[in-house]
């Protein structure tokens, strides 16, 4: 069995600008983004794929993590994560424990952001657990993970374009 390992904190910061709109909420940074110090940075992950082809913008799919900033503000997303830290198996949303979540309220503080999309069931369920006031602004969306193998990247899409529905 894999060494329970607790995450003081969640490593790196958030991505959001005073005009992001739009709220994307994981739930923890996976092993390799925490390694790599930013968002969705595991290869299956289809996450900057998705919005690659959403915004028609190959920014989001550039390796240069300036590039991917600079593309979500230029369409003025902002990035980060329920959870702050917890404790997590590898990056197993399933082993989550002693969950301390993110105070959205304060990230969004002085942002236009008027709605949040929630990238995976887990992600989901605790935004919702621990920000009951702003659960009408809160969109879940498939996880873009390689775990949810249940959702092509074709039927994903279909699902994410919820994101230029504004």
Not at 19 to 25: N, R, T, Y
Not at 43 to 52: A, T
Not at 80 to 106: A, L, Q
Not at 141 to 165: D, G, H, M, Q, V
């Amino acid at each position: 069995m894999p060494e329970l390992k607790h995450i003081s904190s969640h490593g790196f910061g958030p991505v959001i600008f005073k005009s992001s709109k739009i709220l994307i909420l994981g739930s923890f940074p996976s092993v390799k983004s925490r390694e790599e110090n930013f968002f969705y940075m595991h290869s299956q992950n289809r996450f900057w794929e998705i919005l690659s082809r959403l915004f028609n913008d190959k920014d989001f799919a550039n390796q240069k993590i300036k590039s991917k900033i600079q593309a979500l503000k230029k369409h003025n997303i902002a990035l980060y994560d329920v959870i702050e830290s917890c404790d997590i198996v590898n990056s197993e949303d399933s082993s989550i424990t002693n969950v301390r979540p993110t105070n959205i309220e304060k990230l969004i503080k002085d942002t236009k952001i008027n709605r949040i999309f929630l990238n995976g069931k887990k992600a989901y369920n605790l935004f919702n657990k621990y920000n009951p006031n702003l659960k009408e602004l809160g969109s879940y969306l498939p996880s873009t993970s390689s775990a949810n193998a249940r959702y092509s990247i074709k039927r994903l899409l279909n699902e994410w374009e919820l994101l230029i529905k504004q």
